[in-house]
């Protein structure tokens, strides 16, 4: 038995739809006129935007009555920006950059006589241009068809086909994936994780990674898809730490930095005081042993004689000569003890 092709996104596609339909041409706003007639102008044939601005003021006007989401209700303002996403790049697609800006300028302004101050704001702004956009709203969209997708396949006992499986599978993973990011200290995607903690405030349980497709789907399964997602995001995201080594001192700092703790410049100060501290420490000790044998021991009274005899006998440019080596010395030793401090400094605690 073929399974709907509308199951999977039934009740994303409907909403979409409504916000199309429900309200349209039902309100007016001069704006509306303005900014056509202002695009209209910019064109040597008319160009058409108030079809999408007489849709969009009809739910700003209607906000408090749009189309229902039940569980999700409390976040119809997200999907109202995931509606305006998925509509205006067709018109702002025909638009040059400086129009498409101009456009998105004037719809902020229409926003802002419905009085949502602090009930919804126009995130679509931050949406359009976001890399993830694709991944948030798959994932919005997931939690907004879970509930006919568990009914159908897990309530009913429909059949499920190998693409029903396919299709739910890369939600799970998607799903997990994300949850998997955004519980790490890497977890910086803030809309897609924003996105996460909205549905999970909604579905609490992780329901989401448990829809089996009347059995089909194993949790064998969903591990597995998630395990190879994982090693290719990392393979893709660290392609050098496979190579780098996994004990000691540099194998923490692989996995601070995979953790987020320790930035790349970070690692490079690691690196430069590890260099720094080989090449101090064995000077350091050379000079203190030589300072200790001629300070406390007989040899130093022995040493003293022997440099005494040299003094005499030797031409006073020699001695003179012999200072200026020794002081050399020290203040090359008295160079790297601080630069040695100055590295030690930087590093973090």
Known sequence: MQTPVNVHNKTSNKHYNSLDKRFHDKVTNNKCDDLNAELVSQYKSPHDISLFCSRLIGNLSNYSTLPTLYKLEKYKCQYLNLWICERLPKELGKMDDKNSQRVISKIKNIWNDYNLKGICAFDFISYINYPNYTRMKQLYDYALNYRVLQSYFDEQKKPCTNEDKRLILENIKLYELVKSKCETNSGTDSLLCTALGNIRSIYTNDELSKLTCNGKITEDDIQREIQNSLEELDSKTNPDVVAMPSSGENGRIVEEFKSGAVTPEETSSFSTSSKATSVVFPLISTVFIFFSLYK???????????????????HNASEEESNEILEDT???VNNNITGYNHHVGYLPS
Not at 296 to 311: D, E, I, V, Y
């Open 296 to 314: 406390f021991t007989p040899a130093g009274s022995w040493l003293h004689s022997r440099l005494l005899r040299n003094k005499i006998v030797k």
């Open 330 to 332: 020290l203040n090359s």
